[in-house]
T-cell receptor, first 112, second 111 residues
């Protein structure tokens, strides 16, 4: 069965620094997708970035980039130049054959 | 603007009651999902549906059932609510395996 792991329950980062949130997965599926979502204290889930397993280049969306290392089965989220508004829970998710599973999340706190 | 709505933001029910959580999406998505979210456990998949009248068990289906009579509506049913079902319930929809769109969530308390 597929499994997705986020090993950092919480992180503190100084404003304007870059931050990397870790995500590893375990699968034997040949085709899959990886996502990152942000959940601020208001509770809504906000889609950030997507990486397909066959994509040759790492996905980027503004200040977000996904460091995809297929052989290591890792899909870390990198946030450049962190801002106070980046403080939130971050979830990594794996999808295959219409099923999507989530990691346990990382709570990111940005210090001014 | 895409939208997933859930029938209630907050709900308080008594142990043993039958509880219905409704989710409606207006994007003509085939796939719909129900998750529960608990601190330290992330989002856990309860059930999902990839077509009308079709349903698949997720990771934690015990104590829950679902209904999908129309493409836009996916209902989660707690046949006999228990205190360990107190949680945040999130509904989501997607087309294929692309990004999911989430509803605002229902915070259910069972007393």
């Amino acid at each position: 069965a597929q499994k997705i792991t986020q090993t950092q329950p919480g992180m503190f980062v100084q404003e304007k620094e870059a931050v990397t949130l870790d995500c590893t997965y375990d699968t034997s599926d040949p085709s899959y997708g990886l996502f990152w979502y942000k959940q601020p204290s208001s509770g809504e889930m906000i889609f950030l970035i997507y990486q397909g397993s066959y994509d040759q280049q790492n996905a980027t969306e503004g200040r977000y980039s996904l460091n995809f290392q297929k052989a290591r089965k890792s899909a870390n989220l990198v946030i450049s130049a962190s801002q106070l508004g980046d403080s939130a829970m971050y979830f990594c998710a794996y999808s295959s054959a219409s099923k999507i599973i989530f990691g346990s999340g990382t709570r990111l706190s940005i210090r001014p | 603007d895409v939208k997933v709505t859930q029938s209630s933001r907050y709900l308080v029910k008594r142990t043993g009651e039958k509880v219905f959580l409704e989710c409606v999406q207006d994007m003509d998505h085939e796939n719909m999902f129900w998750y529960r979210q608990d601190p330290g456990l992330g989002l856990r998949l309860i059930y999902f549906s990839y077509d009308v009248k079709m349903k698949e068990k997720g990771d934690i289906p015990e104590g829950y059932s679902v209904s999908r009579e129309k493409k836009e509506r996916f209902s989660l049913i707690l046949e006999s609510a228990s205190t360990n079902q107190t949680s945040m319930y999130l509904c989501a929809s997607t087309y294929g395996s692309y990004e999911q769109y989430f509803g605002p969530g229902t915070r259910l308390t069972v007393t």
